[in-house]
């Protein structure tokens, strides 16, 4: 199936994205509407659960969801852990690394809230947790951070795209400058993984759950951990799983287990993982290189048409390797809570965001089988 079937086969598009068929959905930033194979994956899952044999139908594809992992960041299988939530994979990282007193670290204030509260809580170990300033909303340049570590930086925590302004960060220099310096480098990349390449050449841990750009299930996701980094990073829950235990016998002594094993400490999420396993197998078959440029393609007329209706775009004209599907618009001191309301009973899907001064935004996030059509009948509804 590839990016140009999808958008001029209309039979096709509603059949593998049933959504599709009832509403304009164009709030991928937030938790996705399942894809037919997705779903079909999960729901043959539960059924063989029925007859006892759950395990059996899903695990012996653990491996083929690290290849899959594997090939979206660019990596090695046994660098990717299958641990769920973005949330979970990034306290793994923050609360497994060995900070000493007067450390600091790096991270944005206003980045979604995963990627803020592991690292605050560092705070109590007497790391000094550091906030970048930036420019504008989400905007992260990579001379921000050149300029804001220095010698006693340890680490920086990044997303690589901002939740609302859509800013997305040109995450390989930044990572690039930060190893040449021997400073870590985190990077939560929920709102880039399935819709624009998140190559990990350059970063030391990764996390990202599958329910937004993925368009997988919820609490399914990959957490990404560089392989000369996973000797130093020691998870902080233990299990049956990711501590060795033959014959599930426990021993005198705790050893972890090699690799990405060594970040799963339980049972997995086996319905999720089938979900994730279809949603990851969609992105690689579509192309994700085809879907970033189509997602920057329907942007390029997108926000000219918003402008022209009055309203600010966030991030209006950045450099394209700063754009993302994300597109927010806001009135300046104007409650939007009322228009999102007019789109929501029209059958138009869209985020609607508050930033920390309590201004709101309408963020429109479509993904690559959403078509022209529907985001011009958006603008008509505005």
């Not at 852990?81 to 497994?96: C, E, K, Q």
Request: proline share 5%.
């Amino acid at each position: 199936m590839t990016l140009s079937e999808i958008l001029t086969n209309e039979e096709l598009r509603r059949h593998e994205f049933p959504v599709t068929r009832e509403k304009i959905f164009l709030a991928h930033g937030g938790v996705c509407p399942l894809p037919r194979r997705v779903a079909q994956a999960i729901t043959d899952c539960a059924t063989q659960g029925t007859l006892g044999d759950q395990e059996a139908f899903v695990m012996h594809r653990i491996d083929d969801a690290r290849k899959l992992g594997a090939q979206l960041l660019n990596c090695q299988p046994d660098e990717v852990a299958l641990v769920g939530p973005t949330s979970l994979g990034l306290s793994f990282v923050a609360a497994g690394l060995k900070f000493r007193k007067n450390d600091n670290i790096l991270i944005y204030h206003d980045d979604y809230p995963s990627n803020v509260y592991p690292w605050m809580a560092l705070a109590a170990q007497g790391v000094k947790v550091r906030l970048i300033n930036t420019r504008g909303l989400g905007i992260i340049r990579t001379i921000d951070v050149m300029g804001q570590v220095d010698e006693e930086t340890k680490l920086v925590a990044l997303a690589s795209n901002h939740f609302i302004s859509g800013y997305r960060i040109e995450h390989e220099a930044i990572g690039k400058f930060l190893h040449e310096r021997n400073i870590l480098f985190c990077l939560d990349a929920i709102q880039t993984l399935g819709a624009f390449p998140t190559p990990v050449d350059h970063v030391d841990f990764l996390a990202a759950d599958a329910h937004k750009w993925l368009l997988g299930p919820c609490g399914a996701g990959v957490l990404y951990v560089k392989k000369d980094q996973q000797e130093r990073l020691n998870p902080p829950i233990y299990g049956w799983h990711n501590v060795r235990s033959p014959d599930f016998v426990a021993q005198t002594s705790i050893q972890f287990r090699s690799g990405a094993a060594k970040f799963e400490a339980g049972t997995h999420n086996l319905i999720g993982l089938v979900g994730l396993i279809a949603a990851m197998e969609l992105a690689l078959e579509v192309g994700v290189e085809n879907i970033a440029r189509e997602l920057l393609r329907k942007r390029t007329w997108f926000v000219p048409a918003l402008q022209a209706k009055g309203y600010t775009v966030l991030n209006p004209a950045p450099k394209m390797e700063n754009a993302s599907g994300i597109t927010t618009i806001c009135q300046p001191g104007q409650d939007l809570a009322p228009l999102h309301q007019k789109l929501t009973d029209a059958g138009v899907i869209a985020s609607l965001r508050n930033d920390r001064s309590g201004q709101n935004y309408i963020r429109f996030s479509p993904h690559f089988y959403n078509t022209d059509a529907e985001l011009q009948r958006v603008v008509e509804l505005l």
